[in-house]
């Protein structure tokens, strides 16, 4: 089963406490109207730009295994096999927000319109990441429909670049998703094009296989721990605290 | 309060329109286009380097604040030229071959002319030997090197090499940020520091140059 998701602009609109969230305003700072305005513009920016389109494909257990190896360069250890192992079921996935919204961005930044080229990037980012959430609700509502999902159940992506999985796991899952079809290329140095993509694979199971202690070496590097966030949402089966 | 205060004072604030316009008032009264480019302009971005590092404001003020110094800046350029102002030294930035964020290596080169250095941009996807090209012939103080991709730090590494290679490693110092970035591998390939943000880089140059 493979499947192109056309998303909508309004479901993945970011927020604005979102957009500043992005830029490292702390939530409980009162944004001022100068900040408030090109925030505003951005997202308006956001709306006439954009072209968010998703794709996701199932895939076997010892069929992803073969990807997620890609080019032998992950970390010895990494917490996502023990999870993939006990799935019931995988989809990778792509996701972008076209190739617009990120020329404008740098038209912003060659015309000294600092601060609404960073509104503007700040809001690609929160909807590509809004995006995947879309993904994986259909991913969720395909295994509702074919009877392999139910509410003890929870769904969590995992992308090359994190935990430990190389970003040249990119390669093999380009190879097997192609997600050139909905306009994401990849270079040799694995960098999605549009920059504003995320791809990955949707880890679908019972929520117990999600938890992993937060120890591995890389771990330490890892600036935003967002993983933590994550399993709690889904063990207590809470949607995220979306302020995005 | 004079002229030039209130130029500092708005630049802060991000009041473009008021920072053109104190600008051309401070010309005008007879002020020295130097004088106005380093008492209120970079004086006042220390100010609001000085203030993001505190935590006392935040990115989308500072680059209010970068956007209005551009808006004094398009006025004073050509008169500093045409006087023959150096500036206080020469920097070329870019994002490292294979790479194409440059959101943060911006940010650099906006911080870094808002403190008065010239910077030579090069741009996304910047080979070695570009980056020594550039520096060279530019005659630039400090390559600021940036990358997002744990596969493209690498690079980084082959440009300090090649700088070693061309005999210009000493003539050169070597900053270098991005996501996966820390201090130790900056240590490790070489470079003579990790920027942590673009005020910390704007740190590191002026200490390299002992420009306080």
């Given at each position: 089963?493979?499947?192109?998701?056309?998303?909508?602009?309004?479901?993945?609109?970011?927020?604005?406490?979102?957009?500043?969230?992005?830029?490292?305003?702390?939530?409980?700072?009162?944004?001022?109207?100068?900040?408030?305005?090109?925030?505003?513009?951005?997202?308006?920016?956001?709306?006439?730009?954009?072209?968010?389109?998703?794709?996701?494909?199932?895939?076997?257990?010892?069929?992803?295994?073969?990807?997620?190896?890609?080019?032998?360069?992950?970390?010895?250890?990494?917490?996502?096999?023990?999870i993939y192992q006990r799935a019931n079921a995988l989809a990778l996935f792509a996701v972008t927000v076209g190739h617009d919204v990120e020329q404008e961005i740098r038209r912003l930044f060659e015309t000294n319109e600092f601060p609404l080229g960073?509104?503007?990037?700040?809001?690609?980012?929160?909807?590509?990441?809004?995006?995947?959430?879309?993904?994986?609700?259909?991913?969720?509502?395909?295994?509702?429909?074919?009877?392999?999902?139910?509410?003890?159940?929870?769904?969590?992506?995992?992308?090359?670049?994190?935990?430990?999985?190389?970003?040249?796991?990119?390669?093999?899952?380009?190879?097997?998703?192609?997600?050139?079809?909905?306009?994401?290329?990849?270079?040799?140095?694995?960098?999605?094009?549009?920059?504003?993509?995320?791809?990955?694979?949707?880890?679908?199971?019972?929520?117990?296989?999600?938890?992993?202690?937060?120890?591995?070496?890389?771990?330490?590097?890892?600036?935003?721990?967002?993983?933590?966030?994550?399993?709690?949402?889904?063990?207590?089966?809470?949607?995220?605290?979306?302020?995005? | 309060?004079?002229?030039?205060?209130?130029?500092?004072?708005?630049?802060?604030?991000?009041?473009?329109?008021?920072?053109?316009?104190?600008?051309?008032?401070?010309?005008?009264?007879?002020?020295?286009?130097?004088?106005?480019?380093?008492?209120?302009?970079?004086?006042?971005?220390?100010?609001?380097?000085?203030?993001?590092k505190k935590h006392e404001i935040f990115l989308p003020h500072v680059l209010l604040a970068a956007k209005a110094m551009h808006a004094g800046m398009d006025l004073l350029k050509p008169l500093l030229v045409k006087d023959g102002i150096p500036t206080?030294?020469?920097?070329?930035?870019?994002?490292?071959?294979?790479?194409?964020?440059?959101?943060?290596?911006?940010?650099?080169?906006?911080?870094?002319?808002?403190?008065?250095?010239?910077?030579?941009?090069?741009?996304?996807?910047?080979?070695?030997?570009?980056?020594?090209?550039?520096?060279?012939?530019?005659?630039?103080?400090?390559?600021?090197?940036?990358?997002?991709?744990?596969?493209?730090?690498?690079?980084?590494?082959?440009?300090?090499?090649?700088?070693?290679?061309?005999?210009?490693?000493?003539?050169?110092?070597?900053?270098?940020?991005?996501?996966?970035?820390?201090?130790?591998?900056?240590?490790?390939?070489?470079?003579?520091?990790?920027?942590?943000?673009?005020?910390?880089?704007?740190?590191?140059?002026?200490?390299?140059?002992?420009?306080?």
């Amino acid at each position: 089963m493979r499947r192109v998701i056309d998303i909508k602009t309004e479901d993945i609109t970011p927020s604005i406490t979102g957009i500043l969230a992005h830029q490292g305003m702390p939530p409980h700072v009162q944004a001022d109207e100068p900040t408030l305005k090109p925030a505003r513009e951005a997202i308006a920016l956001w709306e006439h730009l954009s072209q968010p389109v998703g794709i996701f494909a199932e895939i076997a257990i010892h069929e992803f295994a073969q990807v997620y190896i890609g080019e032998s360069r992950n970390e010895p250890e990494t917490p996502l096999p023990n999870i993939y192992q006990r799935a019931n079921a995988l989809a990778l996935f792509a996701v972008t927000v076209g190739h617009d919204v990120e020329q404008e961005i740098r038209r912003l930044f060659e015309t000294n319109e600092f601060p609404l080229g960073a509104m503007l990037d700040a809001a690609a980012s929160v909807s590509a990441e809004k995006a995947v959430d879309v993904v994986q609700d259909r991913f969720r509502k395909h295994l509702s429909v074919v009877g392999r999902w139910d509410r003890s159940k929870g769904v969590m992506p995992f992308s090359p670049g994190y935990c430990g999985w190389h970003v040249s796991g990119q390669r093999a899952l380009f190879d097997t998703l192609h997600p050139e079809e909905i306009g994401i290329e990849l270079s040799d140095s694995y960098l999605m094009q549009p920059l504003k993509s995320i791809s990955g694979v949707l880890v679908a199971g019972a929520k117990d296989i999600f938890q992993f202690d937060d120890d591995f070496p890389f771990c330490s590097e890892c600036a935003t721990r967002s993983c933590r966030e994550r399993i709690m949402s889904i063990i207590e089966n809470q949607p995220k605290a979306d302020t995005r | 309060m004079d002229t030039l205060q209130q130029l500092s004072e708005n630049m802060q604030k991000g009041n473009a329109d008021q920072v053109a316009r104190l600008t051309q008032q401070a010309i005008d009264e007879g002020c020295e286009p130097k004088t106005i480019l380093d008492d209120a302009l970079v004086g006042g971005m220390a100010v609001v380097g000085y203030k993001f590092k505190k935590h006392e404001i935040f990115l989308p003020h500072v680059l209010l604040a970068a956007k209005a110094m551009h808006a004094g800046m398009d006025l004073l350029k050509p008169l500093l030229v045409k006087d023959g102002i150096p500036t206080i030294g020469k920097v070329v930035t870019g994002t490292v071959q294979g790479d194409q964020h440059d959101i943060g290596k911006n940010l650099v080169g906006i911080m870094l002319k808002g403190a008065g250095f010239e910077v030579v941009d090069l741009g996304r996807d910047v080979s070695p030997e570009k980056f020594l090209d550039a520096a060279v012939s530019e005659k630039a103080i400090v390559i600021g090197m940036s990358a997002l991709l744990t596969t493209t730090m690498p690079v980084m590494r082959k440009v300090i090499a090649l700088a070693h290679e061309r005999n210009v490693r000493d003539q050169l110092k070597f900053i270098v940020g991005g996501a996966p970035m820390s201090k130790e591998y900056a240590q490790k390939i070489g470079a003579d520091a990790y920027c942590y943000d673009a005020v910390s880089a704007v740190e590191c140059v002026k200490r390299f140059i002992g420009a306080h």
